[in-house]
């Protein structure tokens, strides 16, 4: 059916009307099939703007999924137009409402979007905005993935609901050494109370905001670099002089680039970064993937310190620091999907037994050994249990400078032991 053919419309044709900012932003098509409608859908403020139609009306109150099935049954026999915000395809309620009546009997007028009115009062293009929605998440929104995304987009663009509103975003954004960002958050937009200001994070976590709002997360720095220009945004193999070490006691770029290979990381895990020195496993893994819990534990003064520089300056995601000897820590921590033990403190044992009871389904243990008699404490301790086990030694040598040309200086070589559990 045409978006003209307003007088032949029958149920169960549903017609969706993005409303834009206003009744103005309207179009004289979609204005037409409103008037013929035999129930009007929709928010309050929607259904407002139109006192004159003397329709049936169907307010949004309730469950989202109780209202569409109100509305799916109505539609059945009656004429049903549904008002929406922006655009309805656009994180809006568009799929749902499609899902519920059936794309087929879905007429659709879309309208501007909030996101495009904000960058148009900004003067500013939207094509390269990331838009991401934490409307509804819940304790999802707990997941660092949309933290992630400021590191690899200049603009991020989110829809917030009265848990996650724009100061709880500048709260995060503290928390994840992320000072420099501005925030433009948007308040009743299209609305003669409309509302557009800057913040540093710092203000706006200091600030209550008009409960219909949208923020802009920019990087507007000219290098758009993380902090500390000398490190990458999101690469694999974050040189050693990235992070703040002492004598030379940090996992190597090319042992650390095997041993994240190795853990095989994937988003939503739990990671347990063991013996974390200067936390060159758990930094780069968090900035790479985005994990939804990283814990990095070190028993040395001095390292932990250099742990606790290193985590503000460069990860990509939230991660715990705990000092304390692993073995007596491991009880507080979150069960594991993934752990990388790059010291033990003498307690190799102890640790592989809090694991075979407290590690997740289809859990990873890597460790890098130095010595033989370390690596025959992992070999000896896995290789009678239900787990598989891989061991590949590294021995890499670097090329140095030597006249007008170069020489290779051998590092140390280490073992790299993954353990898994065998397939049932």
């Known amino acids: 059916?045409?978006?003209?053919?307003?007088?032949?419309?029958?149920?169960?044709?549903?017609?969706?009307?993005?409303?834009?900012?206003g009744r103005e932003d309207v179009g004289a098509s979609?204005?037409?099939?409103?008037?013929?409608?035999?129930?009007?859908?929709?928010g309050g403020r929607h259904l407002d703007w139109f006192p004159d139609l003397s329709c049936e009306r169907i307010p949004l109150q309730g469950p989202l999924n109780d209202w569409l099935d109100q509305v799916g049954r109505v539609s059945i026999e009656r004429r049903t137009v549904v008002l929406a915000s922006g655009d309805p395809f656009f994180f809006g309620v568009g799929r749902r409402l499609a899902d519920r009546v059936g794309k087929e009997n879905l007429l659709t007028f879309p309208n501007i979007t909030s996101v495009q009115v904000l960058f148009s009062r900004l003067n500013e293009p939207w094509e390269d905005v990331?838009?991401?929605?934490?409307?509804?998440?819940?304790?999802?929104?707990?997941?660092?993935?949309?933290?992630?995304?400021?590191?690899?987009?200049?603009?991020?663009?989110?829809?917030?609901?009265?848990?996650?509103?724009p100061d709880w975003i500048a709260r995060q954004l503290l928390d994840a050494a992320m000072k420099d960002r501005t925030l433009v958050?948007?308040?009743?937009?299209?609305?003669?109370?409309?509302?557009?200001?800057?913040?540093?994070?710092?203000?706006a976590a200091a600030r209550k905001f008009s409960p219909l709002n949208l923020v802009a997360v920019l990087d507007e720095s000219p290098s758009r670099q993380a902090v500390d220009s000398t490190v990458p945004q999101a690469v694999l193999g974050l040189p050693e002089t990235a992070f703040r070490h002492r004598a030379g006691l940090i996992t190597k770029m090319e042992v650390r680039a095997v041993a994240l290979a190795h853990l095989q990381l994937r988003p939503g895990l739990v990671l347990w970064d063991l013996g974390a020195g200067s936390g060159?496993?758990?930094?780069?893994?968090?900035?790479?993937?985005?994990?939804?819990?990283?814990?990095?534990?070190?028993?040395?003064?001095?390292?932990?310190?250099?742990?606790?520089?290193n985590v503000k300056r460069l990860q990509g995601s939230q991660i715990e620091t705990v000092h304390g000897k692993a073995a007596q820590v491991l009880d507080a921590l979150p069960d594991p999907d993934r752990v990388f033990i790059g010291g033990s403190g003498g307690d190799?044992?102890?640790?592989?037994?809090?694991?075979?009871?407290?590690?997740?389904?289809?859990?990873?243990?890597?460790?890098?050994?130095?010595t033989l008699d370390t690596l025959e404490a992992v070999r000896a301790f896995w290789s009678d249990k239900p787990y598989e086990m891989q061991i590949t030694q590294l021995q890499v040598s670097r090329s140095v400078p030597i006249g007008k040309t170069v020489r290779f200086e051998a590092l140390n070589p280490v073992f790299v032991v993954s353990v898994w559990p065998k397939p049932i």
């Open 1 to 21: 059916m045409k978006h003209s053919d307003s007088q032949d419309w029958n149920p169960p044709r549903v017609v969706l009307v993005g409303m834009g900012m």
């Open 30 to 42: 979609a204005l037409r099939w409103i008037e013929r409608a035999e129930v009007l859908a929709g």
């Open 130 to 165: 990331k838009v991401m929605s934490l409307h509804g998440r819940g304790p999802a929104a707990e997941n660092p993935e949309w933290l992630e995304q400021l590191r690899h987009h200049s603009k991020v663009v989110f829809f917030t609901d009265p848990q996650h509103t």
């Open 185 to 203: 958050v948007g308040e009743d937009l299209g609305l003669p109370s409309e509302k557009i200001q800057r913040f540093f994070p710092e203000e």
């Open 280 to 309: 060159s496993v758990s930094i780069e893994a968090s900035r790479l993937v985005p994990l939804r819990r990283v814990v990095a534990v070190e028993k040395d003064a001095e390292r932990y310190r250099d742990l606790q520089d």
């Open 348 to 370: 190799l044992r102890e640790i592989f037994e809090n694991l075979l009871r407290r590690m997740r389904p289809g859990g990873r243990v890597v460790v890098t050994a130095a």
